[in-house]
């Protein structure tokens, strides 16, 4: 599987990151750079008020090759554990089903969400709540789904 993710700063100046998945390997690296900034533009805040894509710092190409060899892994308990979190739970169901850009992915979350929006039931959450604050390193944040 190959998925691009990428390193956002939010409101707090905290970093997170974002997978995209299904995404097209002849995608340049100047268009997938231009959709990531334009989320920056979107205005999108977690339940506390805290804007989730303030700035993009960085992007790659992940390429996973994963095999089973027993039982069932869940994709989310993978993704959590690593602080990195999937634009797609922010999609409608129904998008899932369709395979999308990136830049189509972006303009779908545009559609679904106005500038300003707070998303409900959505909340940063820092991965290490132990860190040393005296640490120069930032604590990995993911916007965490509410029960």
Request: hydrophobic share 40%; charged share 35%.
């Amino acid at each position: 599987m190959r998925k691009i993710v990428a390193t956002f700063k939010n409101g707090e100046n905290k970093t997170h990151c974002w997978s995209f998945d299904q995404v097209e390997p002849e995608e340049s690296g100047t268009k997938i750079r231009q959709a990531l900034e334009r989320l920056t533009t979107s205005n999108i805040f977690d339940e506390a008020g805290i804007e989730i894509f303030k700035q993009v710092l960085d992007a790659k190409f992940v390429e996973t090759i994963e095999t089973v060899l027993f039982g069932e892994e869940s994709a989310k308990d993978s993704e959590e554990a690593e602080g990195i979190q999937a634009l797609e739970r922010l999609l409608p169901d129904e998008a899932a089903a369709r395979k999308l850009e990136l830049t189509q992915k972006i303009d779908l979350l545009f559609e679904q969400y106005s500038a300003g929006m707070k998303l409900k039931g959505f909340r940063f959450e820092a991965v290490a709540d132990d860190l040393d604050s005296e640490s120069d390193k930032e604590p990995e944040v993911f916007l965490r789904e509410l029960d």
